[in-house]
T-cell receptor, first 116, second 114 residues
Framework: EAGVAQSPRYKIIEKRQSVAFWCNPISGHATLYWYQQILGQGPKLLIQFQNNGVVDDSQLPKDRFSAERLKGVDSTLKIQPAKLEDSAVYLC??????????????FGPGTRLLVL | AQTVTQSQPEMSVQEAETVTLSCTYDTSESDYYLFWYKQPPSRQMILVIRQEAYKQQNATENRFSVNFQKAAKSFSLKISDSQLGDAAMYFCAYNGGGADGLTFGKGTHLIIQP
């Protein structure tokens, strides 16, 4: 079974530029998560999708971050414009969905973003 | 809001020895799930072990086991017979159930000395 795929693996941009990250979850997984992991910290949830609908985006900085999951499969996370503090690893995770049961989340390798 | 605290930024253990990583959490819920994830230098986060709060029996997975103290809101990870491949960042994580996102601690860097 193929795991969660993410691209690119690394990205370096200047502040105020825009950047996009792509995630392909495990086949059949209905739930998709984007996490931000700043160096030295644990991952922080940015947004959660159930199929193609947003379940939780309370910690997403909506003035600069956006995400979509068209057709309920792949997802794209965009930052526009980027700030220095956005330098982090962006992790995508997916899980099957079953009501009232916490399914294990499977993580991708992450995209390491450096904003100069 | 739920919080997860890992008070040990770094731990070191000799190969083949046993090490325990600490985790405490704060929640007002009675049903929830706790996880330990391992993140090697390649950055792929891998599930080590999970515990359902309604289960009194501590979870075990081969050399990995937990000590779950619900009243104390403590969830420690014990690694027996430590191996070089166990070297990584270890994150404790909490989930309140359903398909919600995880709340992570800051992690513990585990060093295995040969």
């Amino acid at each position: 079974e193929a795991g969660v795929a993410q691209s690119p693996r690394y990205k370096i941009i200047e502040k105020r530029q825009s950047v996009a990250f792509w995630c392909n979850p495990i086949s059949g997984h209905a739930t998709l998560y984007w996490y931000q992991q700043i160096l030295g910290q644990g991952p922080k949830l940015l947004i959660q999708f159930q199929n193609n609908g947003v379940v939780d985006d309370s910690q997403l900085p909506k003035d600069r971050f956006s995400a979509e999951r068209l057709k309920g499969v792949d997802s794209t996370l965009k930052i526009q414009p980027a700030k220095l503090e956005d330098s982090a690893v962006y992790l995508c995770a997916s899980s099957p969905w079953q009501a009232r049961l916490q399914e294990t989340q499977y993580f991708g390798p992450g995209t390491r973003l450096l904003v100069l | 809001a739920q919080t997860v605290t890992q008070s040990q930024p770094e731990m070191s253990v000799q190969e083949a020895e046993t090490v325990t990583l600490s985790c405490t959490y704060d929640t007002s819920e009675s049903d929830y799930y706790l996880f330990w994830y391992k993140q090697p230098p390649s950055r792929q986060m891998i599930l080590v072990i999970r515990q359902e709060a309604y289960k009194q029996q501590n979870a075990t997975e081969n050399r990995f086991s937990v000590n779950f103290q619900k009243a104390a809101k403590s969830f420690s990870l014990k690694i027996s017979d430590s191996q070089l491949g166990d070297a990584a960042m270890y994150f404790c994580a909490y989930n309140g159930g359903g398909a919600d996102g995880l709340t992570f601690g800051k992690g513990t860097h585990l060093i295995i000395q040969p």
